[in-house]
């Protein structure tokens, strides 16, 4: 016989057990593989069939963030207006000798102009004649101080200051007058010295009103009087300012943010510059014309490869269109055109539109009728474009002119809203190398944004001229007082 003691039998409940618990391992093993293979299969029909992210959910905040970036103000870094008198201040008496000013130019030019010959007048005691405006520049605009300004808030607002009058009184119309073309950017000593001319005149005529006064080493008080005067006391006409704020309503109608782009492609600013790059034969020889025919323009022949490899030239539309797309904003941007008549029209005008179609002008937001009191006036239409820009969300000048720098310098005033200065000088090499098929204008954000990282508006003190540089070509390159008043104007108290 066998011994079997040492060999033992389960129980036939324990033995089905046993092999009952690694098949139900299998089938859970199975279901589950199942389910991974359902679930990534299902994410790959989505991703295919709407080219989108399972997590869809998650898109519109990425993209909300990216358009926030896109129309963020620059921090302000807690600076702020400041434009109050010091306690060194004191009012001056009343004078009895008056100053006629003869404002030049458009109406920028004129404006900070103005805001110049206050401060002047400030310094050299004089009582303010409300200047006349110029009538025979390009525009041709017959408009009168009061048809563009608010006269009384001008004269009642400055009355601490300067004593403002309408006109010279009747008595001192025939007496003569010192006509002085006052020097450019002239010191405080320059004028302490004018004073001099009241010992032989009652009257003082200023032929030219523009760049009169120096934009650095001023008394604190004088700065603050010129941001006063520009940025408070010259006001626009209430006609100018009901109407600018129709304008600004409907835009925000249309589109909850706006980008304002002065486009200075127009035909007085191509003829002085000799920029003709994009234009045709014909129309470089019309702009030649014209530039020969206008005789206080004094560089009659130029070089308009140079003066585009130098950045001296207004970007065309067709580039403003490549800048904008390449900063990332999108085809559907709203972008009101900030200019006088385009040079070219459509034909020039319609390389920006094919890329940017949603854009509109005062004539497309404003009726013949609330236009038809503006007509044939230039500077007060360019009001009305004044009033946009600096209620826009983003200013984007296509040149550095005396709009673009006024403009800039309110928005700096008013908080440091965004606005956007193109690099023109560099900018105009990369569209040469796209031109000549050395670069895709799909790889253009990248270098377009690293070249205006710093371009976009925020805190900085005014530019004091170029290095190495000295004497009175110093002055005519330093940074415009009204392009920048930082910090004089703009301070952390």
């Known amino acids: 016989m066998v011994n079997r003691r040492g060999h033992h039998h389960l129980p036939l409940s324990r033995q089905r057990k046993s092999s009952f618990f690694p098949i139900t391992l299998y089938v859970i093993l199975i279901f589950s593989l199942s389910i991974f293979t359902f679930l990534l299969y299902s994410r790959d029909v989505l991703e295919e069939d709407n080219k989108v992210p399972l997590l869809r959910v998650e898109k519109p905040k990425i993209s909300k963030l990216l358009d926030d970036q896109l129309w963020q103000t620059p921090s302000s870094l807690g600076l702020r207006q400041c434009v109050k008198r010091t306690s060194r201040y ?56 009061s ?46 010295e004018m004073t001099t001319l009241w010992k032989e005149y009652q009257i003082i005529h200023v032929a030219k009103s ?18 006063r005067a520009l940025y408070h006391a010259l006001r626009f006409s209430p006609s100018i300012e009901s109407l600018g704020k ?12 706006y980008i304002a782009l002065h486009l200075r492609y127009e035909k007085d600013m191509l003829s002085f ?9 014909a129309e470089s020889e019309e ?32 580039e403003v269109g490549i800048f904008l797309k390449a900063l990332g904003y999108p085809p559907s941007t709203l972008i009101y055109i900030a200019a006088g008549e385009i040079y070219g029209g459509d034909s020039h005008l319609s390389e920006l539109t094919s890329r940017f179609p949603n854009i509109v002008s005062k004539e497309m937001l404003a009726t013949t009728e609330e236009l038809k009191e503006f007509s044939n006036h230039a500077s007060q239409t360019a009001a009305l474009d004044y009033i946009i820009s600096i209620e826009s969300d983003i200013f984007v000048p296509s040149h550095s002119g005396n709009m673009a720098r006024a403009v800039e310098g309110h928005r700096r ?37 690293q070249l205006h990282r710093q371009r976009f508006g925020g805190p900085r003190r005014r530019g004091s001229g170029p290095p190495g540089i000295k ?21 952390k108290s």
Not at 212 to 226: E, K, S, V, Y
Not at 273 to 281: A, F, I, K, Q
Not at 414 to 436: C, S, W, Y
Not at 476 to 490: A, G, H
Request: glycine share 4%; charged share 30%.
């Open 413 to 449: 005033f008013l908080g440091h809203r965004k606005t956007i200065t193109p690099d023109r000088k560099n900018l105009v090499q990369l569209f040469d190398q796209m031109e000549a098929g050395q670069l895709e204008e799909s790889f253009l954000s990248l270098p377009v944004m």
């Open 287 to 318: 702009l030649r014309t014209m530039r020969e025919k206008t005789s206080h323009w004094k560089v009659k022949n130029i070089n308009p490869t140079e003066q585009r490899d130098a950045g001296l030239c207004p970007l065309t539309p067709k």
């Open 246 to 257: 129709k304008l600004v309503e409907r835009l925000r109608s249309r589109a909850q943010r």
């Open 273 to 281: 510059t000799g920029c003709t790059y994009g234009l045709t034969d």
């Open 90 to 145: 004191r009012a001056k008496p009343v004078s009895d000798h008056y100053m006629t000013v003869k404002s030049n130019g458009g109406l920028n030019q004129m404006r900070t102009g103005i805001a110049d010959m206050v401060a002047v007048a400030r310094i050299m005691n004089a009582t303010l004649v409300i200047p006349q405006l110029d009538k025979s520049s390009f525009w041709q605009d017959s408009s009168t101080f």
């Open 210 to 227: 523009d760049s009169r006064l120096a934009n650095n080493d001023l008394p604190l008080d004088i700065q603050r009087l010129r941001c």
């Open 147 to 192: 048809n563009i300004f608010d006269e009384t808030h001008f004269i009642k607002s400055l009355e601490k200051d300067v004593r403002i009058v309408k006109e010279l009184p009747k008595e001192l119309e025939s007496l003569p007058r010192a006509r002085k073309h006052f020097t450019s950017w002239g010191s405080l000593g320059y004028y302490e």
């Open 471 to 491: 004497g009175r070509v110093r002055l005519r390159l330093e940074e415009s007082f009204y392009q920048n008043p930082y910090p004089e104007c703009i301070c």
